[in-house]
């Protein structure tokens, strides 16, 4: 309680031998607000998505010795449409979910109230705000306020269920096998990938065929160095295939590159996917 007026009856002068009556009249303090808002970074920047996250936040409060009056309590929402919002006053809390760039304000929290803001997180959002930032007591200050920050960082896609497999054809003569004269027949094939300043190696080097098949042509798999490959960000990723040209005696080797696009999406689950192979 706060005084709001005294007053005085009788003499304003206090004199021996006289009794003076003094009229004391208090009023309950008014209650305070508490404010939490909601910040998602990410480092794409795509705020649109960002605000479909949506989180959910308790608040616990801890009254000590102070009368909480609940009938005084109330969530206001910037968004009108969400209705998940609940006063258990049985246990002193109160539950809400909020997204990027909304606001809640609870009114009706007399001052001295101690409160704790606490939200589960989805996978890849990361709270950044420090459980010391989340904590506090009510003041005489009209709003008290906590801002909760994630930021999402979605994991590389995993696994990567892309396959490249090809098959060399060697036509107009036979396979050459190995011998203590010669060398038989090996082809490399090799796999790139194109970035802002060319195109890069895949490493390992590449894989080879060798004359160890019976047919004009020979299957070679580079697929483990895709399901290898890091996909961190979302976008098309653009590869080729091509032949490493060498020095047997006689052949011509293919100038062809064969390109295939990976399409990566990021649906806000915490992990990138793989939307489309072309």
């Known amino acids: 309680y706060v005084p709001v007026e005294a007053t005085l009856t009788g003499s304003e002068a206090i004199t ?3 009794i003076v009556n003094v009229d004391f009249v208090n009023k309950p303090k008014e209650a305070k607000e508490l404010v939490i ?3 998602v970074t990410d480092p794409f920047g795509d705020k649109d998505a960002t605000a479909k996250q ?3 936040v308790t608040v616990t409060l801890v009254p000590g010795n102070i009368t909480m009056d609940w009938s005084k309590v109330a ?8 209705g998940n919002k609940n006063v258990d006053s049985t246990n002193n809390k109160i539950t809400f979910t909020i997204a990027h760039g909304e ?3 609870i009114k009706g929290i007399p001052e001295n109230v101690e409160y704790t803001v606490d939200e589960t997180a989805g996978e890849g959002f990361t709270l950044e705000t420090k459980q010391e930032d989340r904590k506090g007591t009510i003041t005489d200050q009209d709003i008290s306020i906590v801002n909760l920050v ?3 960082t979605p994991k590389p896609v995993s696994p990567v269920n892309v396959k490249v497999i090809g098959e060399k054809h060697l036509y107009g003569r036979d396979w050459k096998d190995e011998d203590e004269f010669t060398s038989g027949d090996v082809f490399t094939f090799a796999i790139q990938y194109w970035t802002n300043t060319g195109w890069v190696q895949v490493k390992p080097e590449g894989v080879t065929v060798d004359e160890t098949a019976t047919t004009d042509s ?9 399901q290898n490959f890091q996909f961190t960000e979302p976008g098309i990723y653009t590869f080729w295939v091509y032949e490493k040209e060498d020095s047997i005696g006689g052949v011509t ?8 696009s990976v399409e990566v999406i990021d649906d806000w689950s915490g992990k990138l996917k793989i939307s489309n192979v072309t």
Do not use: P
Request: proline content about 0%; hydrophobic content about 25%; aromatic content about 16%.
């Open 16 to 18: 021996a031998n006289t």
């Open 37 to 39: 808002t909601k910040i």
């Open 54 to 56: 949506r989180f959910n």
């Open 75 to 82: 969530i206001t929402h910037s968004n009108e449409t969400d």
């Open 103 to 105: 606001t809640v304000v």
């Open 150 to 152: 994630n930021n999402y």
């Open 218 to 226: 020979k299957t070679f798999d580079l697929s483990g160095y895709i």
């Open 253 to 260: 080797y293919d100038t062809t590159h064969h390109s295939f």
